[in-house]
């Protein structure tokens, strides 16, 4: 089963909208981190965000927000007023706290477009 | 330099050949690891090394063969290789090489299997 499950494949958006991703995780550990990366065509992914399973307090930063719900097992991601630069695949990635095996959980990617 | 880099870029190669790939970090962290991007499908974990020793290897057929001299180095050499094995390789690094640490990554490198 996927421990990681971004379920938008591609979004488009006009420049300026809002647009939020989505992100669902299972896991049975009490402990666990959850992260957001970016991946513009470079190719290169960009970290943005790494929150623990107990901090569930939203975050801010600049034109990027992430709503963390433990009772939904959800961490989603919000740009505000989006420009064409945050044109990329985004993706959500899961690791627990009691894996030995060094594994970070990849979702699929949700590859944004934002029309100018 | 910063960060992690990746050299090829591209690399185009028949299947009888015998390449290597390099990632070098400069952020002075104690583990690296060599992804698998394949296209439609989550990142495969394929190696992970924590000071110098291996610590995983995911099932990863033995065409592919890692090899980190140091901290900062990390090279996965090809042969044989198949047509399926066609995609991007990243490299990433950690901190340690624990589960929880935030793994930075290179730019990856674009293979191509004819």
């Known amino acids: 089963a996927q421990k990681v499950t971004q379920a938008q494949t591609e979004i488009s958006v006009v420049e300026k909208e809002d647009v939020t991703l989505d992100c669902v995780y299972e896991?049975?550990?009490?402990?666990?981190?959850l992260f957001w990366y970016k991946q513009p065509p470079s190719g290169e992914l960009v970290f943005l965000i790494r929150?623990?399973?107990?901090?569930?307090q939203n975050e801010i930063s600049g034109r990027y927000s992430w709503n963390f719900q433990k009772s939904t097992s959800s961490f989603n991601f919000t740009i505000t007023a989006s420009q064409v630069v945050d044109s990329a695949v985004y993706f959500c990635a899961l690791s627990e706290a009691e894996n030995t095996g060094n594994q970070f959980y990849f979702g699929t990617g949700t590859s944004l477009t934002v029309i100018p | 330099e910063t960060g992690v880099t990746q050299t090829p870029r591209h690399l185009v190669m028949g299947m009888t050949n015998k390449k290597s790939l390099k990632c070098e970090q400069h952020l002075g962290h104690n583990a690296m690891y060599w992804y698998k991007q394949s296209a439609k499908k989550p990142l495969e974990l394929m190696f992970v090394?924590?000071?110098?020793?291996?610590?995983e290897n995911n099932s990863v057929p033995s065409r592919f063969s890692p090899e980190c001299p140091n901290s900062s180095h990390l090279f996965l050499h090809l042969h044989t290789l198949q047509p399926e094995d066609s995609a991007l390789y990243l490299c990433?690094?950690?901190?340690?090489?624990?589960?929880?640490?935030?793994?930075?990554f290179g730019p990856g490198t674009r293979l191509t299997v004819l």
């Open positions: 896991t049975r550990d009490t402990t666990y981190y």
């Open positions: 929150r623990n399973s107990f901090d569930e």
């Open positions: 090394y924590s000071l110098e020793e291996r610590v």
């Open positions: 990433a690094s950690s901190q340690e090489g624990a589960s929880t640490d935030t793994q930075y």
